[in-house]
């Protein structure tokens, strides 16, 4: 094949040649699709073969990997000053041979991140991820910024959100990752976030809201409210809200909320079957951590379901996820007893 030919390499597998108007790619991962020019189509699958590839290796002495403005991935040989689309390393690919699953279930409580987003480039896209600067929120991040998207950070430290944002820079330094300032606990914080945001002039095809805490003393926020139902609802309620409009104008987009299956386990209704918005930030006296906890963490499916039902005409769509049973974070360090249940519970738990 004369693309093969150019990128210094020679047609190893005849027998596949593709059929007139097909173009072989790779993702970012390595993985080998096929673009049906004639018909404006891509699949994963040979044309001829049905097979699936992935490229073996490293790239070739002098090689670089780049992404164009359109989000394709293309190849510089810096040694003979020239660029192609088509990835060097295509001469020796190796058969995918999936596993069919014996459930229904394609992923389960074992897959991790980058397992799950394996082959995709979300080149273009882009991303908030609140308490992005560790636990699930970290490896959320990062497992986006390397595949491609353009991350924001949203910390109540900038310092720690700084210091994440070089750890994924460290494992590919081409990411587009920024930190910025958000502590939920301050509605303030929160529009100047917004207001921050929407200087930029990006769009944002998904928000992730998975910032929380976890076990705290009762306080008051600057605001007056309870500070578990404000930093793991009221916080995210508000920038929602004010991130709206951009949602609407980057569909198709959508809005991730974590929550909990602790949700279950409380009630926000008074004796009549009414809502009791004392129970949602109540007093000291009437406070107890894991209640406050398991009710923000039901107000957030709740807020999650109505969002889907009111922008999704939009081209927004919103969910509410249970990231795994006691995954072991640093969400318990507000509290002793919480630390060591913790402790005594991660053998069997997942790995961030």
């Not at 430290?157 to 939920?184: C, F, P, Y």
Request: hydrophobic share 35%.
């Amino acid at each position: 094949m004369a693309a093969l030919k150019y990128a210094g390499l020679e047609d190893t597998d005849s027998e596949e040649e593709l059929p007139p108007g097909w173009e072989e790619r790779t993702t970012k991962d390595g993985w080998v699709y096929y673009a049906n020019h004639l018909e404006e189509k891509t699949q994963w699958e040979h044309p001829k073969s049905g097979k699936r590839k992935r490229v073996a290796g490293d790239l070739p002495y002098g090689w670089e990997q780049e992404t164009d403005e359109n989000g394709q991935v293309y190849f510089v040989d810096h040694i003979n000053k020239r660029t192609t689309y088509l990835d060097p390393r295509l001469a020796f690919t190796v058969e995918d041979n999936p596993v069919k699953p014996t459930t229904r279930q394609k992923y389960d409580g074992n897959s991790t991140a980058m397992e799950i987003l394996q082959g995709r480039d979300l080149s273009g896209k882009v991303v908030i991820v609140t308490g992005a600067n560790s636990g699930i929120g970290f490896e959320t991040a990062k497992s986006l910024a390397l595949h491609g998207a353009c991350v924001i950070l949203a910390c109540r430290s900038l310092a720690r959100g700084n210091d994440a944002v070089q750890r994924i820079l460290g494992e590919w330094h081409k990411a587009k990752v920024e930190a910025m300032t958000l502590d939920l606990a301050s509605l303030q914080s929160v529009q100047h976030f917004a207001e921050a945001f929407k200087s930029k002039n990006l769009l944002l095809h998904i928000l992730i809201c998975n910032a929380a805490v976890f076990g705290v003393p009762w306080s008051l926020t600057e605001d007056g409210l309870e500070s578990t139902f404000q930093v793991n609802h009221l916080g995210h309620f508000y920038l929602v809200q004010l991130l709206e409009d951009v949602l609407c104008q980057s569909s198709p987009a959508r809005v991730v909320v974590v929550s909990s299956e602790s949700h279950r386990f409380t009630e926000i209704k008074d004796s009549s079957g009414k809502l009791d918005f004392s129970l949602l930030s109540p007093s000291k006296k009437e406070y107890w951590a894991m209640l406050a906890y398991n009710r923000s963490k039901l107000c957030n499916i709740l807020f999650s379901n109505e969002l889907n039902r009111r922008l999704s005409p939009h081209g927004v769509t919103s969910n509410s996820v249970h990231p795994g049973n006691m995954i072991y974070s640093s969400i318990h360090r507000n509290w002793w007893v919480y630390t060591l249940l913790f402790t005594l519970a991660r053998p069997f738990t997942k790995s961030m």
